[in-house]
């Protein structure tokens, strides 16, 4: 159940779930009163899928059901279904599915994110959803500075991640799986940097991350959108205004 006062989640199963496995709740917050609620799970059934909200008087499945007071009520809007490990960002259709243009997001004022040019991190947790030869664009930008050339951090081909400062690459040893979530971390200093793919050994060299100076760009390279779109979903992008150790980036991205 979700709770629609303070965006709790409370049990996941209950009857009528045994086709179903892995189930897992995400609420987030949005504007104005409104909540955005998403349930993922793992099914093998090919019957129709039904969704049913019931507006209950308690935290609890199979709670008191609301009938209602003639006044008060909940806005509904937005329904979505999908395939995928995590929820997209909202998708508009009517009566048939739709292909819609990439997501891209740009920062644009630094101050917001409290951003610090000495020393940072930068977080990603994403899913790419083909393998090598399936797509042309294998080097999609998760995160990137002012300049095309330089990633924050990135995919390659080979499945691996890498980060760029003037075009010099850092990449993991380690490699993700398509179509399966990743996280994935860089740190940097005038020390150097580092990068860290699902908890893995961290790579590190002694070369400075090229920081941004006026803008940040979630899901393509630099200005352009057009430009490394990165093929997949980001389910969720950080930013620390401090260096984490190597410890600390295993176990972010564990």
Same mark, same amino acid.
């Given at each position: 159940?979700?709770?629609?006062?303070?965006? =709790?989640? /409370? =049990?996941?199963?209950?009857?009528?779930?045994? =086709?179903f496995t892995n189930i897992s709740g995400k609420v987030s917050q949005l504007a104005n009163g409104w909540y955005r609620c998403a349930i993922t799970a793992t099914t093998t059934t090919t019957t129709v899928i039904r969704f049913l909200v019931d507006p209950s008087t308690t935290n609890a499945i199979g709670g008191n059901l609301?009938? /209602?007071?003639?006044?008060?009520?909940? !806005?509904?809007? /937005?329904?979505?279904?999908?395939?995928?490990?995590?929820?997209?960002? !909202?998708?508009p259709t009517t009566s048939a599915s739709v292909t819609r243009s990439a997501d891209s997001t740009l920062i644009t004022d630094l101050s917001k994110i409290a951003f610090n040019p000495i020393e940072g991190t930068f977080y990603a947790e994403f899913m790419r959803t083909f393998s090598d030869g399936a797509n042309a664009a294998l080097n999609g930008r998760l995160i990137s500075r002012d300049s095309m050339a330089d990633g924050i951090i990135g995919t390659s081909s080979g499945n691996f991640i890498e980060t760029y400062s003037g075009g010099v690459a850092l990449r993991t040893g380690n490699q993700f799986t398509p179509s399966v979530a990743a996280k994935a971390a860089v740190s940097y200093s005038s020390a150097g940097r580092s990068l860290c793919l699902n908890g893995g050994t961290v790579a590190s060299d002694a070369n400075p991350l090229v920081v941004p100076t006026q803008l940040i760009s979630i899901g393509s390279a630099g200005s352009s959108s057009n430009t490394n779109n990165f093929n997949g979903f980001i389910r969720d992008i950080r930013y620390i205004p401090r260096r984490l150790s190597n410890a600390e980036l295993q176990a972010l991205t564990a």
């Open positions: 159940w979700f709770s629609v006062t303070d965006g =709790a989640i /409370g =049990a996941s199963t209950g009857t009528g779930t045994t =086709a609301y009938t /209602g007071d003639g006044v008060s009520g909940i !806005y509904l809007f /937005g329904a979505q279904l999908e395939v995928g490990a995590f929820p997209s960002s !909202y998708i």
